[in-house]
């Protein structure tokens, strides 16, 4: 699992085989709306409650938006998994909701209904709200619970709109991409035009958030501009993750790796290693070998732990890390598959291992730059 996204976590929990994680910036948005609309909104449109009613109505209203983005986002997971997608959790942060995808779906139709399910529930919960309100409003029910499901009633739909804006990766994005992908049958040109229209719509979004800042809107102008930020961010780093999965999905690490990695043998004193070894080719990391075989690494800074007075008769196959903990790929492994696995917190470097035989070592540089040459000598046709 990638262990930096967890950070700021406050909340984690199961749903429908999903893992839901709440990250500490949602926390404190929902502080922030909850706050807005029982000081601002609520007591605007829904005269003559106590502040008490107004906090009460807020408080359901935000735990309701927090269950209608997770059920959004389930909707885009469930038919994910239809088709054979997994989603490694949902996540609630600054921006709403995201679930985590980390593979594309692998036809256009797959994409579309994936895309469309989200808003879909959005527009089925946003009409329920509704109907709720209605009903409990005629039936003589609390105000604060009608004004609460009505207010939910109508984000739903607006959040179902919003969603469906035509910018990759929102989800508006992501249906124009399946249609273009349809018509043309190029997912990469199909991505190449959603993306830009994404980053396009994330400029205009910060354009208008400054307008709108300098207009007298300065609390909502910012958070345009953060969300316009974002939204380009997101449709350029999908932009070039697609470069990279056309330029390096396909080749196997074994072509990419460095061949030549200096070994360390496992009976070699720590004495001779430092002088004879370190001393002449410092490296960051030596793969011990014993008998042809690899059994670990040794990183110098961990040498540091033993005692020097025993550095003359403890031999590196004692004091190396054991290779189970040692990140490794496969020579045959795609090397793009290698990249994602380095970015979502791999290392920087992994051994290629084939049973139990060193081939080579891989590291991020070597792929970035195998990625930048792949760019300049095979420019995109399409
Ligand atoms: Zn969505």
Not at 88 to 98: A, K, P, Q, S
Not at 104 to 123: D, R, T
Not at 130 to 153: Q, R, T, V
Request: hydrophobic residues 55%.
């Amino acid at each position: 699992m990638d262990q930096a996204s967890d950070k700021g976590s406050v909340l984690r929990f199961r749903l429908l085989g999903v893992e839901i994680n709440v990250h500490v910036s949602w926390v404190l948005v929902a502080l922030l709306i909850a706050w807005s609309l029982a000081s601002g909104a609520f007591p605007v449109l829904y005269e003559g409650l106590p502040r008490s009613g107004y906090w009460l109505m807020a408080i359901v209203a935000v735990i309701g938006l927090a269950v209608s983005i997770v059920l959004h986002e389930l909707a885009h997971t469930l038919v994910g998994r239809a088709y054979g997608l997994s989603v490694d959790r949902i996540t609630l942060f600054l921006f709403g909701g995201v679930a985590e995808l980390h593979e594309e779906p692998k036809a256009p139709v797959a994409e579309l209904l994936m895309a469309i399910a989200g808003p879909a529930l959005s527009v089925v919960l946003g009409l329920a709200f509704g109907l709720a309100a209605g009903a409990i409003k005629a039936g003589g029910g609390a105000p604060e619970l009608a004004g609460a499901f009505a207010y939910l009633g109508t984000l739903n739909l607006v959040l179902a709109l919003f969603n469906m804006i035509p910018a990759f990766p929102m989800d508006g994005g992501r249906v124009l991409r399946a249609v273009i992908w349809m018509v043309t049958r190029q997912a990469d040109r199909a991505t190449r035009i959603a993306a830009r229209i994404g980053m396009g719509f994330g400029v205009l979004l910060m354009v208008g958030g400054v307008a709108l800042a300098l207009a007298g809107g300065l609390a909502s102008g910012l958070w345009w501009v953060l969300i316009g930020l974002f939204l380009r961010t997101a449709a350029k780093s999908s932009l070039s993750d697609m470069e990279a999965r056309r330029r390096l999905g396909g080749h196997p690490v074994s072509e990419v790796m460095a061949r030549r990695v200096e070994t360390a043998p496992a009976d070699m004193t720590i004495d001779s290693f430092v002088n004879f070894r370190l001393y002449a080719s410092h490296h960051g990391m030596y793969p011990v070998v014993q008998a042809d075989r690899l059994i670990g690494v040794v990183e110098p800074d961990d040498l540091l732990k033993t005692p020097r007075d025993q550095w003359a008769h403890t031999s590196l196959g004692e004091v190396c890390k054991p290779l189970e903990t040692v990140a490794q790929a496969r020579p045959e492994e795609d090397a793009f598959a290698v990249l994602e696995r380095m970015r979502r917190g791999g290392g920087a470097r992994m051994l290629v291992v084939d049973r139990g035989q060193l081939m080579g070592l891989v590291t991020l540089q070597d792929l970035v730059e195998r990625l930048a040459l792949a760019m300049k000598f095979e420019p995109a046709t399409s």
